[in-house]
């Protein structure tokens, strides 16, 4: 059973900086694409980042130059770097794989205002 854990959610101004973390507990994660969504209020929840076995990355069009995404499988950690943040970013950021494979975990709420 995979258990993912977010953190580093937060409150940030516009053209501000956050990093977010997200542990997966249990086997395998060197093997997974893993990716970074994020659902903003009253819209679906949408793929925002992937990062692959071998570190190939992918981004979705909205955040594309602005967002990084990593992984160190030594720690089982999938990370994503988030500059020159936006209004419209505000949201609740999970990781999980791409297809969702796994149950979702708490998510962290990142939040851009003035």
């Given at each position: 059973q995979v258990r993912l854990v977010e953190s580093g959610g937060g409150l940030v101004q516009p053209g501000g900086s956050l990093r977010l973390s997200c542990v997966v507990a249990g086997s395998g994660f060197s093997v997974y694409t893993m990716g970074w969504h994020r659902q903003a209020p009253g819209k679906q929840r949408e793929l925002v980042a992937a990062i692959t076995s071998s570190g190939r990355t992918n981004y979705g069009d909205s955040v594309k130059g602005r967002f990084t995404i990593s992984r160190d499988n030594a720690k089982n950690t999938v990370y994503l770097q988030m500059n020159s943040l936006k209004l419209d970013d505000t949201a609740v950021y999970?990781?999980?794989?791409?297809?969702?494979?796994?149950?979702?975990g708490q998510g962290t709420q990142v939040t851009v205002s003035s």
């Open positions: 999970y990781c999980n794989t791409p297809q969702a494979a796994f149950s979702w």
